[in-house]
């Protein structure tokens, strides 16, 4: 287990943290929480249809054509402002085409996957 020092307000809190399976776990006088991992669905335009949220380079693409995926599943990282992006599936589904490929560049709007 770590700790942390947060101030806030002036006040300075000791914090715990420990790395879990499901995410950070992070406790502090009078509770706790679990921090996930957070992923950005891409823009849906349409059913299955998803699009660029931001102007990017692609990455990765994790995912390929004919490709049962989940919902909440990643499908692209696009890489913008020096930061990672990833991508997941609005819906669980058929991956139906892939409009993109790593080290492209893809403008907000751009369709990059689309699913059945």
């Known amino acids: 287990m770590s700790f942390v020092v947060i101030e ?3 006040v300075r809190r000791r914090v715990a943290v420990v790395r879990t399976a499901k995410g950070v776990w992070v406790g502090w006088p009078g509770g706790a929480a679990i921090v996930q991992p957070h992923t950005q669905q891409g823009g ?14 692609v990455t990765e693409v994790r995912v390929r054509a004919a490709q049962m995926v989940a919902a909440d599943e990643i499908l692209i990282v696009l890489e913008a402002m020096k930061m990672q992006y990833r991508l997941a599936a609005p819906h669980a589904g058929k991956v ?11 403008d907000l709007g751009a369709t990059l996957i689309v699913l059945e």
């Open 8 to 10: 806030h307000g002036g």
């Open 44 to 57: 849906v335009v349409a059913d299955g249809l998803v699009v660029a949220p931001m102007t990017g380079r």
């Open 96 to 106: 139906v085409a892939i409009e993109c490929r790593e080290g492209e560049l893809v």
